[in-house]
Each structure stands twice: as C-alpha cells, then as structure tokens.
C-alpha cells in the first residue's frame, strides 16, 4: 500500500505513481501512501498534479504529522 518514489527523478516517479496508482485501482483498494520525501517539494507537486488529473482518486492529502507529515502523500480512490 506504498510507493516510495524518494530519490527518482521527476520522469522515473511520475512514471512510478502512474503505475501505482492504475494498479490499486485495478485490485480495489481504496486507501494508498505515496512517500516522497519532503525536501524542496519538487516530487510531492508532480505527484499531486498528477492525482488531480485522475477521476477515480477521489482526495489526497498530507499524512498525519506522527506518521511522516508533508513527507507522505495518502490518496483515497473510490
């Protein structure tokens, strides 16, 4: 239920998160944690303008400041 993408270059994660996100669509589930570090922020924006361009994830955010903050991004797919 995690993708860590820390580290890839922009074109190697969003490709990763394509991928990903397809594939947890395709075996129903509804809840899954992309990692992408927080740093310049670089990845975590490519992720979520990618999300917002899917109909089938219905939110994304930040995950909870104990489990890894702005570092995680947990989408919610219906």
């Given amino acids: 239920q995690d993708l860590d993408i820390r580290g890839l270059r922009a074109d190697e994660a969003v490709n990763a998160v394509m ?4 594939d947890a ?3 129903g589930m ?3 944690r992309i990692l992408h570090g927080t740093g310049t922020g670089a990845l975590r924006q490519l992720t979520r ?3 917002a361009t899917i109909p ?3 939110s994304f955010r930040d995950e909870h400041v104990q489990f ?3 570092g995680i ?3 919610d797919i219906e």
């Fill in 19 to 22: 991928y990903f996100i397809d």
């Fill in 25 to 27: 669509i395709l075996v």
């Fill in 30 to 32: 509804s809840r899954v």
């Fill in 49 to 51: 303008q990618y999300l």
């Fill in 56 to 58: 089938n994830v219905t």
């Fill in 68 to 70: 890894g903050g702005a």
């Fill in 73 to 75: 991004t947990v989408v």
